[in-house]
């Protein structure tokens, strides 16, 4: 009877369908394996590069089933960081990102659509400065394997361009938009 039943749900298990689920990970942030950096033209001379140091999120993930993905980041404008104390402070203030009223940013996947050969589109809502709008960020995926730690990470990379005035923030000088690269690595819950 045992071995009757053995071969049944081995029977069971090879002739199911089998059922793809994203894997959950957590954004390596405390490793520096993650970053979120913005540029964004200075006067019309030149670009000024700068990033949030301090953001938390995570994402689903199952490469046989792309549309299952998911994202969601949180981001403390607070950190915003250019590497010029004085010009910071600036940004941060009420003539820009009003970090003291909007301290907080958010990304929140609404679709993700396979291009092909790693390419991605993920679709979502950013809200920031208090305004939530739809924004796409092309991304790659870059790998996935086990790290040395004993751990199971994957990557990814994605760029994205967003309109300031959609957002209500003031126009920055001479740009009207701020362009957005991000590097995201996630370990495997």
Not at 138 to 147: L, M, R, T, V
Request: proline letters at 3%; hydrophobic letters at 35%; aromatic letters at 10%.
């Amino acid at each position: 009877m045992k071995k009757q039943l053995l071969a049944l749900g081995l029977f069971t298990a090879m002739t199911m369908p089998s059922i793809a689920s994203a894997a959950d990970y957590v954004i390596d942030t405390q490793g520096a394996h993650a970053s979120i950096n913005i540029k964004i033209k200075h006067l019309g001379y030149s670009y000024i590069k700068g990033r949030f140091n301090t953001f938390d999120g995570t994402f689903s993930y199952d490469p046989k089933d792309i549309a299952a993905s998911k994202v969601s980041i949180n981001v403390d404008t607070t950190s915003f960081d250019t590497n010029h104390a004085e010009r910071d402070k600036h940004v941060r203030s009420d003539d820009f990102l009003d970090v003291k009223k909007y301290a907080t940013a958010s990304f929140t996947s609404t679709k993700v659509t396979d291009k092909g050969n790693g390419e991605l589109a993920i679709t979502g809502d950013l809200t920031l400065h208090g305004e939530t709008k739809p924004i796409t960020i092309d991304a790659q995926f870059i790998g996935e394997g086990e790290d040395p730690w004993g751990g199971y990470r994957a990557g990814f990379a994605g760029t994205t361009r967003i309109e300031l005035e959609d957002f209500g923030v003031p126009i920055m000088g001479e740009s009207s938009y701020a362009d957005l690269e991000l590097h995201v690595e996630g370990v495997r819950q």
